[in-house]
Every structure is written in C-alpha cells, then in structure tokens.
C-alpha cells in the first residue's frame, strides 16, 4: 500500500514538471529585467544576520532544498524549546524542506512526535527526519500526494497507527508555477493548484478531525498572495484566498469539538518552491519588494506555527489568518 502512495507521488512530480516546462521556455525567452537605481538596505532584525539576496538558480519541479546554492535557515539555533508541545503528535504536510521542515524541527524541540508528510523529496524528507530525532523525537516518512483522497486517510491513520494518536495538523504542501497571462494557464496547470493547495487542505483535515480530540489544533499555511492578489500567480492567489476562508469557516465549526484551526499568511519566504517556479534570472530580486527588503528565511515564520499550535499560548485564538510578511 505505502509502495502506491509513492509512486503516485513520483507521477504527481512528473505532471508538476510538465506544466512547468513549456513556461520556463516561454519566460527564458521574453524576460527583461528592468529596474535599476540604487536600493535600500534589508532589514536585519533577528537573532542572527539573514541573507539579502538569493542567486540566479532554477529548480525542477518540485524542487529540492539540497540542490539549493543558498540553503534556507531553518534550523533556529537560539531557538530555546519550552514543553509547548510536550508529547503531543503532529502531522505535517510538506514537511520535507522549507517551512515544513523548520515547523516539524520547532515542534519537535517544543516536544512533540512529527509525520512527516511529503510528495517525492526522498532526500529532503530523510533530513528533516535526521533534525527531527536529533531533539530526542520520533519522526517517520509518509510520501504520497495529498491530492489523493485515499492519501489523505493513509497518512492520518499511519500516524496514529505508529504515533499512537493525532493532536496536531500542519497543511503546508503547496504546488505554484507563475503565467504572465491568463491565456498561458492550461486547465491541467489549474487543475494541478486547486487539487494540491484546496483539496489537499479539505482532505487531510476530514481525514484527521475524526482522529483529534478537545485541545488538538490545526494550523493551515496561507499566503499574502491569498489577501493582495497576484497579477502573476492567479490560480495560487485563488487558493490561498480560499485557504483563508476554509480556515475561518472550519474554526467555527469546530468550536464545538474542541478544535482549534488558524492560518499562518506568509510572505516571500526563500524555499525550494520559489526557484522552482521563477527563472533563475526572475528569481535574482525574489523579497525585495518587501519593507524589509529581503525574503525570510524558514525559521523566521516556524514559531507562528508553535505559537498556534499550542494550547499553552493559542488557547483563546481560533479562525484567525496570521500575516507575516516582513511588514506593511
């Protein structure tokens, strides 16, 4: 049955790969880089110096963090767990690199057991297991895609099943691949978003609530694109507008059970799905329109997760979007 799930996640890679190619041709093609002028300096505000520049990579989808020239930061040295998440279990969906990673690493230092939920990023994923035993927890593997209804149950029900139960889940596997004109949006291409970045949320969330109990909390990965828009990014920006109001709506209906569910809204944050969506020649300036003027790194977005997730500091908070977007 695992063996199924993987291999449906390798074809969900392929058919990534293929509505990526023809618009990376067309992008090499017409793209002008513009600007120019002098720029202000980013923003440094954190614990340690974070990058102000990403370099000129292009990814295949669905991208690699250990192919990455730039790593992303996800590991939060001064990051000093608590016991928010003590002996709690989670789930995670696209936990193998970028702010999955980082989350399932902060949730683990906070105490808590990780699934690690993944398409086909066998490498990435084993890291993130590495990390997430490295702080004394138990991790395991789930590849597959959380397009697939059957996924979604096979995943809650091996969590519980190796775990011993469900107390946490994390939706964040998302697929993204900017057009510049409508025209150049096929059906398949759109079809690919909505299944990834709506259905998934809807079906990892059926498939866990009958699983979770009064106190456990679900934590959805939203985007500003899904509060401003996106000229360039429209089925994206659609689905994490929708994310927003599945997350508001599904808050309410599960005030009752117990159940607590929020939305983390992040801006440009550098991770393997940004250089395997942009030319490498698009991605050069990636965060720089931000009032920070850099990207964030993972590890600057993880804690509103932590901080959401747990019933130590989130207990009055339900159907609230969190922005953090490196300011308005």
């Known amino acids: 049955m695992s063996e199924r799930f993987e291999q449906q996640g390798e074809r969900a890679a392929q058919e990534e ?8 041709m067309k992008e090499e093609r017409s793209f002008d880089p513009g600007g120019g002028g002098d720029e202000e300096k980013a923003m440094q505000a954190g614990a340690r110096e974070y990058p102000t520049g990403v370099p000129k990579q292009h990814l295949e989808k669905p991208g690699l963090e250990a192919d990455l020239e730039l790593k992303p930061m996800w590991d939060a ?17 696209g936990a193998d690199s970028g702010i999955g990673r980082s989350v399932a690493v902060l949730f683990a230092r906070e105490g808590a057991d990780v699934a690690i939920a993944y398409l086909n990023e066998h490498e990435d994923a084993e890291a993130t297991r590495e990390a997430v035993e490295k702080e004394g927890r138990r991790a ?4 597959g895609d959380v397009a697939d209804p059957a996924y979604a149950d096979h995943a809650v029900n091996e969590t519980v099943r190796q775990l011993g139960k469900l107390d946490i889940l994390v939706n964040n596997a998302a697929f993204q691949e900017h057009v ?13 978003t909505l299944k990834t970045n709506l259905y998934g ?31 360039q990014l429209l089925d994206y920006s659609m689905t994490k507008g929708g994310i927003h109001a599945f997350t508001r709506s599904l808050a309410g209906s599960l005030v009752p059970k117990g159940i607590r569910v ?27 329109q931000t009032p920070m003027k850099r990207p964030a790194q993972p590890e600057e977005i993880a804690p509103a997760f932590v901080f959401l997730a747990s019933p ?13 977007i490196g300011g308005y």
């Open 312 to 324: 130590h500091t989130a207990s009055y908070i339900t159907g609230e979007i969190l922005p953090v």
């Open 201 to 231: 949320y809807f079906l990892m969330a059926k498939a866990a609530i009958p699983h979770m109990k009064k106190g456990s909390a679900i934590v959805n990965c939203g985007s500003i694109t899904g509060i401003d828009g996106s000229k």
């Open 140 to 143: 395991i593997l789930l590849p």
């Open 77 to 93: 040295p001064y990051y000093k767990g608590s016991e928010k998440l003590k002996d709690k279990v989670a789930l995670i969906t």
């Open 262 to 288: 929020n939305c983390v809204a992040p801006g440009p944050v550098w991770t393997p799905l940004n250089p395997a969506d942009k030319t490498a020649e698009e991605i050069e300036g990636f965060g720089k």
């Open 180 to 192: 510049h004109d409508i025209a150049d949006l096929t059906l398949e291409h759109f079809d690919r």
């Open 17 to 24: 790969r293929d509505i990526q190619r023809p618009l990376d």
